[in-house]
C-alpha cells in the first residue's frame, strides 16, 4: 500500500500544508491568520483572533503562482482548538465565491 492509498482509506481529501496568510472577513471586520493546511472540503486556520463554532466566515487565499487561482470562499467554524498564545480552528468549506 502506497502512502495515497492510506490517506484513501481514512479521508475523502488529502490535507496539504500550506502555512500560507489568509484573509477572513467576519461581519464589517477583516483579520489576517494563517491557513495551516488546506484540503478539498476545508482548512485549518491559525490566529488569535476569538471566533465562534458555527460562524460563517469569507475567506481569501491569495495566490502566489500564475497556474492557481486564488481561493476565495464562505467557511464556516466547525472545532477549534486553544494552544498557549493562539486558537487553531476547523473550518468547512462552504461555498465557492467568484
Known amino acids: 500500500m502506497n502512502l495515497a492509498n ?3 482509506e481514512k479521508r475523502d481529501f488529502i490535507r496539504m500544508r500550506v502555512e500560507s496568510p ?4 467576519i461581519k464589517d471586520r477583516q483579520c489576517q491568520c494563517i491557513c495551516a493546511d488546506l484540503s478539498g472540503t476545508g ?5 488569535k483572533e476569538i471566533l465562534d463554532i458555527d460562524d ?5 487565499l491569495p495566490s502566489y503562482q500564475n497556474k492557481f487561482a486564488p481561493l476565495h470562499a464562505l467557511i464556516r467554524i466547525r472545532r ?3 494552544t498557549k ?3 487553531s480552528y476547523g473550518a468547512e468549506i462552504i461555498e465557492l465565491l467568484s
Open 6 to 8: 492510506a490517506y484513501e
Open 22 to 25: 489568509i484573509t477572513l472577513t
Open 43 to 47: 482548512m485549518c486556520i491559525e490566529t
Open 85 to 87: 498564545d493562539q486558537y
Open 80 to 82: 477549534v482548538l486553544k
Open 56 to 60: 460563517e466566515i469569507e475567506a481569501f
